[in-house]
């Protein structure tokens, strides 16, 4: 079902329904939150700061890096 969603919002071959749209939504923040977890713990375990002060993430995702 994920696969024929994808297609239909892309190709536009038949209509997208709420289901499918739902669908991809969940998906993609999904993909969308382990990118960004992904990316703050690269970030945090190269020293990297680009703010002063922790990150709005650090008292999420810090215990991941101890």
Not at 19 to 32: E, I, N, P, R, Y
Not at 51 to 57: A, E, N, R, V
């Amino acid at each position: 079902m994920l696969a024929s969603a994808y297609r239909n919002a892309l190709c536009a071959e038949s209509d997208l329904t709420w289901g499918q749209a739902f669908l991809l939504a969940g998906a993609t923040s999904a993909v969308a939150m382990v990118g960004i977890a992904a990316l703050y713990l690269t970030k945090a375990a190269l020293g990297i700061n680009v703010m002063p002060g922790p990150s709005p993430l650090h008292d999420l995702l810090y215990w991941m890096l101890v």
